[in-house]
């Protein structure tokens, strides 16, 4: 039963290449390739600590000098670059 399907479905796959004019290198293919992600790349600092001139991202967890500020009763404006 498994291998009949399995037969059934590697005859269709052909069929699909032999319509389309594809190939085993087109199969392997993968979508995206030569798209290359800037990985590792750093991003500008949207928030400052004046007392120290700390800086933070906005992405990730906040760092400590900045949840100790947001507990104290700051805004997150306030750190705004």
């Not at 992600?37 to 007392?51: E, L, S």
């Not at 900045?66 to 997150?76: I, K």
């Amino acid at each position: 039963m498994q291998r009949t399907a399995r037969a059934d479905a590697i005859s269709k796959v052909k069929a699909l290449m032999a319509e389309y004019g594809l190939t085993a290198a087109d199969l392997a293919h993968r979508a995206g390739d030569g798209v290359k992600k800037a990985a590792g790349t750093k991003v500008a600092a949207k928030y400052r600590d004046p007392a120290s001139g700390q800086t933070w991202s906005g992405r990730g967890l906040k760092p400590k000098w900045l949840q100790t500020q947001l507990a104290a009763g700051r805004a997150l404006i306030d750190f705004a670059i």
